[in-house]
């Protein structure tokens, strides 16, 4: 056999290989909103190749919303989810074994306008404050028990409260229309872009009523079954993330590649997204479930089985630990 012959035949057992090798790499489906904040670290994982480094292809569904993405995973269209971890916890009260791999912990503020005389939620008595999240968001539940633990103030009672989507909440805060208002994280970032200020942070209300403010709020949602069955899976998506956000926090170059995907309309916004994000990874290591434990307490007390269902008490086995 010549020399070409040889290597023809050699090439062809390599791509015969790898074609298995590729075929056999097991795929993980993730549902999430389409236009949500999410695909910035999915796209970063599957540029970077960061999900086959650990032994999965990762293959993104863009969905309409967060509820067409539960309905398509509880359906088994999908593998994993991204949903905050007190959906979670009311799934698994009501005997459904899903688990939860913290992915961010960005809660965000309640912004005032530029030139607001406000220097506290009491200065808001008697104004709108805009919420984009609904009644039962979670920002808005726990600045209500901040503002009545700090001042005695029925926030709910005392202002008048405007939902509206995400984006009519932005407008209406920007141009004044509003006392106060709270968002999502990305639309707060370019609400301070445009000149609004923090009355007060999540954060820092969390802190005031003993809560810590580093317990993740969002994360990847997966089946007790897959953790079961396939815990390499769980744990190499949960690498794959923090592969992602290592990049992310470090690399100016990783956020030039994701940018027309980020929906910026100027360099300010692209800057204060960019920072949003980064505050928002959460350290690496185990969730504090005492914490977490003592906000679900709070949300029970506030929500109330609208929000949180018959979880009054955190349930076992609800977090990856470890990958979290």
Excluded: C
Aim: hydrophobic letters at 45%.
């Amino acid at each position: 056999m010549s020399f070409m012959r040889l290597l023809g035949s050699a090439a062809s057992v390599l791509a015969l290989t790898a074609g298995v090798a590729w075929a056999e790499m097991p795929v993980l489906r993730a549902a999430v909103q389409e236009s949500g904040t999410v695909n910035w670290e999915l796209t970063t994982i599957k540029d970077n190749g960061f999900d086959t480094a650990h032994g999965f292809e990762l293959q993104v569904q863009g969905m309409a919303g967060g509820p067409a993405a539960q309905v398509a995973f509880q359906g088994g269209e999908a593998d994993v989810i991204v949903s905050d971890w007190l959906w979670v916890a009311r799934q698994r009260s009501e005997g459904k074994d899903f688990v939860f791999v913290p992915y961010s912990r960005a809660v965000g503020a309640l912004m005032v306008p530029e030139g607001s005389a406000a220097t506290s939620l009491a200065d808001l008595k008697g104004q709108k404050i805009g919420i984009a999240g609904g009644p039962l968001d979670k920002s808005w539940i726990i600045l209500r028990a901040y503002a009545q633990q700090e001042y005695g103030m029925d926030l709910a009672a005392e202002t008048e409260q405007v939902f509206g989507a995400p984006p009519l909440i932005f407008k209406t805060g920007v141009s004044g229309e509003l006392g106060g208002a709270i968002n999502f994280w990305h639309f707060l970032a370019k609400m301070e872009a445009a000149g609004m200020k923090p009355l007060v942070t999540v954060d820092d209300a969390a802190m005031a009523l003993g809560l810590d403010p580093q317990t993740p709020l969002l994360g990847y949602v997966f089946k007790g079954e897959m953790l079961r069955d396939h815990p390499e899976l769980v744990q190499g998506m949960a690498q794959a993330s923090r592969d992602a956000k290592d990049l992310l926090s470090t690399s100016d170059e990783a956020w030039e590649a994701i940018r027309p995907i980020m929906n910026a309309q100027s360099d300010a916004q692209f800057d204060k997204l960019k920072e949003g994000f980064r505050a928002g990874i959460p350290a690496p290591g185990p969730v504090d479930e005492v914490a977490a434990g003592k906000m679900l307490k709070l949300m029970a007390d506030l929500g109330g089985a609208d929000l949180v269902g018959t979880a009054t008490e955190l349930p076992e086995g609800l977090f990856v630990q470890p990958g979290s």
